[in-house]
């Protein structure tokens, strides 16, 4: 991964920014996703959605998982691979999202900065969902129903 997307070199279709984020869809044995509800006072506050944070400069998608998932969760992330990237444009930030799966991690995850987070199976049962995690739990559960 190019430093240059962290800071945000690329552009938009529409010129803006690209704001890279690295996801981490953490799954557990028995098919259970853990999603993390949107803090008061972010865009889309209340919102339910997958872990995960910006890139930093120079940071690849790998290692702002591993940092975002810490900071938020309390967690190290042992094993993860890179599965689906998307793009979704919202009214506040263009972002370009790295989903991971994430399948190894030491700790128990907490809430670090005082986000709700809860394991849920598919079809999720939360609402509202992140307008951007819509396709990804359809990925997933084409994946469930081709298992």
Sequence with gaps: MSADLAQGAVRAPDGRKVTEVAVGVMVQPGGRYLLAQRLQGKPYEGY????????????SVED???????????????ASH????LEHD???????????????????PHSKEGQAFVWQQL??????LLP????????????????
């Design 48 to 59: 339910w959605e997958f872990p995960g944070g910006k890139l930093e400069a120079g940071e």
């Design 64 to 78: 702002a998982l591993a940092r975002e998932l810490h900071e938020e969760l309390g967690i190290q992330v042992t």
């Design 82 to 85: 890179r599965w689906h990237t």
């Design 90 to 108: 919202y009214p506040h930030a263009y972002v370009r999202l790295y989903f991971c799966k994430v399948t190894g991690w030491t700790g128990e």
């Design 123 to 128: 079809p999720v049962e939360v609402a509202p």
């Design 132 to 147: 951007a995690a819509l396709p990804v739990f359809e990925l997933l559960e084409k994946e469930a129903a081709s298992i």
